[in-house]
């Protein structure tokens, strides 16, 4: 659709968060024109997102006309149907949305919508780490661990809209409680908030370490002490073995060729990425299959959600 | 490319096994016209692999004329190029052949090659137990344990052509050791004849069974004796439990709709499929996510793979 890849022409991408919500109009090119933040009051529920998203919507149609809307939310998301098929407590009422609808009647141009995580990764394969990646596997150490997989360019969506769930691998089975009513998955490991309530939990057992004179523990406070700290290098540790292990099982089931670990973690940089290279160094790669694969951490930071569910919009007034 | 879709049409489907060369002129429909099986002499390597290969395309091309061969072939095989990539001892000198090619050469017709574990699944997809799947996940527990994805009815083949390889996914990180390097792989619990030689080893170390008046155990006696034998459940329980983890990752990480268990093991029926649906039972599925796949036997038994390469060999004329 020639007409619509004018230089002049915009989508506007949506990246609604639990705390915010983004929404950028962006060109052909991947250029953002213009960007918008509000709170998203998901706590509020259903009805007080959708209000919110509409605002959204008027101020920034009212900027610029746009010719489609991509929108990212969190929770599980058919694709092909448009609607919230899953979300857990985070935002009340937020299953059986019908999220594209929505967002259709709000701004009366096509819409299109997906997973947040899966358009972080879509983001990063087209401006970020993941540039010219055939199959890219993205990690995203956030509140949880999110994921996604990128083949040709496409989102590996599975059968139901609910693949790349990596975080609910389990890698210890018997393991710690996950939020997902399973033992020992990895996101209770790797994921920053996990790491934090393990060692706070630790801490109560009366286990002795540097992190007893914080007043709010973080996942970059037991990194920094991984190095001195007994009980900050046993989580780091379990997070990192964790990790190795999901990855390396997913070489084993998916081939990618870039592996991108994104979201706040990533800031540790060469203090998670030097650990992890380490740990994956040690499962055996017979020579034939010894670097075929590159781990790299996310380039884009907060903007591969925004830059993702605008490469969907224009792929999908390119395809459909 | 509508007049290779004549009735009279057909493929040359090649099966290259370590023990037999199947392979059969198929129609456009499926249907089986002529089957040949020659022994294959992998053990005496390339050459004479190649040799049993010139007989049989000869033999098979003066019964009726062919418009493509299609063809798998164990080892790791890059479909792009052709070649085989990677192949462990079996067949001696086997790695880095360019299989299409030389196919080609001998057919005098375009061809096409995969592993053949893809084509087994490709196989249950076109006429089998994945009939009308979006996501098939399909595992076969053989000599090895190996695998295949169908997505959309094509099969996925990741960055490289090594994707789907399930058999290498850690179970039991630091348990039994694989013949790829690692240690704990599921292969080594789950396949048949890792149960038998496991059941052997602890024989060896006078752990009293039924299995210590079997001549040669097989995993069909293991499966037999689970109920009774202290030995042969420790076995089987291991197999159920590393193949449960193993479909449970892969429903995370892949979302598939069907899910098929083929290979030699199939012939237990119930006594696998059972406990494997009561050990996937045990874990927590949310009411959201419940009943999203079904677990069933692969029901072609060996005609799997030279129904796939014949599918493979039609699709490839008709899209390339």
């Not at 007080?48 to 929108?71: K, N």
């Not at 055939?134 to 139901?160: E, Y």
């Not at 089931?253 to 160094?281: E, M, N, S």
């Amino acid at each position: 659709m020639k007409q619509t890849s004018k230089k002049t022409a915009c989508v506007l991408a949506i990246d609604i968060g639990g705390t915010n919500i983004k929404a950028g109009l962006v060109d052909r090119a991947g250029v953002i024109r213009h960007m918008l933040h509000r709170p998203s009051h998901a706590a509020r529920g259903r009805k007080a997102l959708l209000a919110v998203l509409a605002e959204v919507i008027a101020t920034q149609t009212r900027r610029m006309p746009i010719v489609a809307v991509g929108c990212g939310s969190p929770g599980t998301i058919n694709h092909a149907t448009g609607m919230v098929t899953y979300m857990q407590a985070h935002i009340p009422g937020w299953t059986g949305t019908l999220l594209r609808q929505e967002l259709e009647r709000m701004a009366g141009v096509p819409a299109t919508v997906d997973n947040d995580v899966n358009l972080v990764a879509l983001g990063e394969h087209w401006k970020g780490a993941g540039r010219g990646a055939r199959c890219q596997l993205s990690l995203a150490l956030g509140t949880g661990l999110g994921g996604g997989l990128i083949v040709d360019g496409r989102i590996f969506h599975g059968a139901g809209g609910r693949a790349t769930e990596f975080g609910h691998m389990i890698v210890r089975p018997g393991g710690e409680p996950c939020t997902c009513g399973n033992f020992g998955c990895v996101e209770q490991y790797a994921a920053p908030g996990a790491m934090a309530r393990r060692a706070a939990y630790y801490l109560t057992l009366g286990i002795p370490s540097v992190l007893a004179h914080c007043t709010a523990i973080s996942a970059a406070d037991i990194i920094k002490h991984a190095a001195t700290d007994h009980l900050c290098r046993q989580i780091f540790n379990d997070a990192i073995d964790g990790l190795a292990l999901v990855i390396w099982n997913l070489l084993q089931a998916l081939d990618p060729d870039v592996i991108v670990i994104g979201g706040g973690l990533v800031k540790a940089g060469p203090a998670l990425l030097t650990p992890l290279r380490a740990a994956l160094a040690t499962y055996y790669s017979p020579p034939e299959l010894a670097g075929r694969f590159t781990l790299k951490l996310s380039t884009l930071g907060d903007d591969a959600g925004i830059l993702g569910a605008a490469r969907m919009a224009w792929d999908w007034l390119e395809h459909a």
